[in-house]
T-cell receptor
Framework: GAGVSQSPRYKVAKRGQDVALRCDPI?????LFWYQQALGQGPEFLTY????????KSGLPSDRFFAERPEGSVSTLKIQRTQQEDSAVYLC?????????????FGPGTRLTVL | AQKVTQAQTEISVVEKEDVTLDCVYE???????LFWYKQPPSGELVFLIR??????QNEISGRYSWNFQKSTSSFNFTITASQVVDSAVYFCALSDITQGGSEKLVFGKGMKLTVNP
């Protein structure tokens, strides 16, 4: 079956450029998460959507980071005026919300390199 | 604040050896979940196990076993008779069970396991 997909898989940007990373969650999954994974580190939470509502954006590192999920399915993480410290793998995960706890299924990630 | 510590950063073993991955967590919540994920070189995080804070029963699944001890805030993971395919980075993670909460995961820094033939 189809899992979580992300595109592009790799992105190289010059410092100062804007980038947009896409996440296609598993069909029907209500919850969607974005995580940032720096080299040699564990993933760190960025933001959470329940359907189209962004309920938690406490992990976004600066106002250059913006995420949206306008129709409650596909989500886009946008980074404006990229900096070298933004270089990382950006992971998307989705889950249903029909049990006490719902496992998060992760996509393959987008590796962003800012030169 | 929640925190997960994986003190080991890298372990190298020879195939068929047993290996234990340590995880210590901190949380003020009385109800929470603990997880182990595997990240092979392909990069995709693979879910291995979930444990809730009410259930301290240890679990065995094939070559994998987990030891949850609330008294020491530890959730250790053992691979018995390791195989080359077990080579990966392993992450321990924590999530609260707040009603209506985001269920966001807090990860440790990961432990890279290399199993040599």
């Amino acid at each position: 079956g189809a899992g979580v997909s992300q595109s592009p898989r790799y992105k190289v940007a010059k410092r100062g450029q804007d980038v947009a990373l896409r996440c296609d969650p598993i069909s029907g999954h209500v919850s969607l998460f974005w995580y940032q994974q720096a080299l040699g580190q564990g993933p760190e939470f960025l933001t959470y959507f329940q359907n189209e509502a962004q309920l938690d954006k406490s992990g976004l590192p600066s106002d250059r980071f913006f995420a949206e999920r306008p129709e409650g399915s596909v989500s886009t993480l946008k980074i404006q005026r990229t900096q070298q410290e933004d270089s990382a793998v950006y992971l998307c995960a989705s889950s249903s919300r029909d049990r006490t706890y719902n496992e998060q299924f992760f996509g393959p990630g987008t590796r962003l390199t800012v030169l | 604040a929640q925190k997960v510590t994986q003190a080991q950063t890298e372990i190298s073993v020879v195939e068929k050896e047993d290996v234990t991955l340590d995880c210590v967590y901190e949380t003020r919540d009385t109800t929470y979940y603990l997880f182990w994920y595997k990240q092979p070189p392909s990069g995709e995080l693979v879910f291995l196990i979930r444990r809730n804070s009410f259930d301290e029963q240890n679990e065995i699944s094939g070559r994998y076993s987990w030891n949850f001890q609330k008294s020491t805030s530890s959730f250790n993971f053992t691979i018995t008779a390791s195989q080359v395919v077990d080579s990966a980075v392993y992450f321990c993670a924590l999530s609260d069970i707040t009603q209506g909460g985001s269920e966001k995961l807090v990860f440790g820094k990961g432990m890279k396991l290399t199993v040599n033939p």
